[in-house]
């Protein structure tokens, strides 16, 4: 069986170009005629870090929301915070870097939420069916509405090779304990340099792993249950995080969690802006970064496999560009897991509009 995935191509640069062929083709398929008056619709997107200039824009977002409200429903953006260093790192940043990103409601018409709350540790949690993870906390809102809207950027990134739906699910819809496990199997250390030994991170441990040695915090690995909460917990940074995964672990983590979390939707919809394709994701990439892709368009499909294929597909055309560009090729293990596991098709119909 193959999924539907529509393409609008839009080559260029100029901003007010692509706001007219986003409007073009929602028209076309009119994504959101089943939203239903006074429903809340959640948004997810990122806003991109304080450097990144090629997150997606919030003209187009406006154009989204508005497109929204036209059914009477109510919008509202979200995303979550992030567990390394920048201005997401926490609830009262990451609003305010929305607000001078022109991501403020006055801006595009709806409110922007960080779902993990102020340092991103809330959420509700959830023993999922993985070989990979087995608890999960995701922002606790998760469940109680039927829709989903998922506005990705695509980008490379530096384990998933590429990063658009399944990520901005599978990692950006995740309380930041589970964003930390999700990136590393192994426990957590604390750089003694770095800690104030404020005992933050020994009160909130549910595992009592964390004790001072030498006036440092230290964590016990064999008590540790890799849970993550001590990273939020830290406000001195000292909280070390292994970034050398196992690339196809992460992958799957990924795409268990992801499916776990899109089984709590009844309609789920994404979006992908396949402009200003950069190596780096959009927390990490800054105005110098490295496009590696001509301009694509916008994607948009039921299917956050298929989308996520046909981006990738269309990037490389008949050569391996993300190969090319030094980038793993993790995506293809995303792809062919997340088809076993029934998250979507690798197969897809592209519906050119
Ligand atoms: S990861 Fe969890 S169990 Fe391990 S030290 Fe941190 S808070 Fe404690
Ligand atoms: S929370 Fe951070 S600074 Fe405070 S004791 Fe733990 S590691 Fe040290």
New binding site residues.
Partial sequence: MKSDVYLIEVKTNDLEARRESLQKLLEKISPFKDYKKDEFIPVKLTIGDSQCVYNIHPELVKTIVSEIKKSKAKPFLFDTNVIYKGERLNAVDHLTLAQSKGFGHAKVGAPFIIADGAFGQDGKEYAIDSDYIKKIKIPSFIGFMDNLLVLSHATGHILSGYAGAIKNVGMGMVSK?TK?VQHSSL??HVMNKKCAACGC?IK????Q??SFKEKKAF?DQA?????????PACKFDAIFINWSEDHDIFAKRLIDVAGFILSKFKNKFFMTFGFDITKECDCISTKDEKIFSENIGILASKDPIAIDKAIVDLINKDKDVFKKTGLLDTHKTMFEYGCKKGLGNIDYNLIKI
């Fill in positions: 304990p930390q426990k957590p991170c909130i441990c549910p595992a792993a964390i964590v008590k540790c249950l890799g849970c993550g909460e001590c990273l």
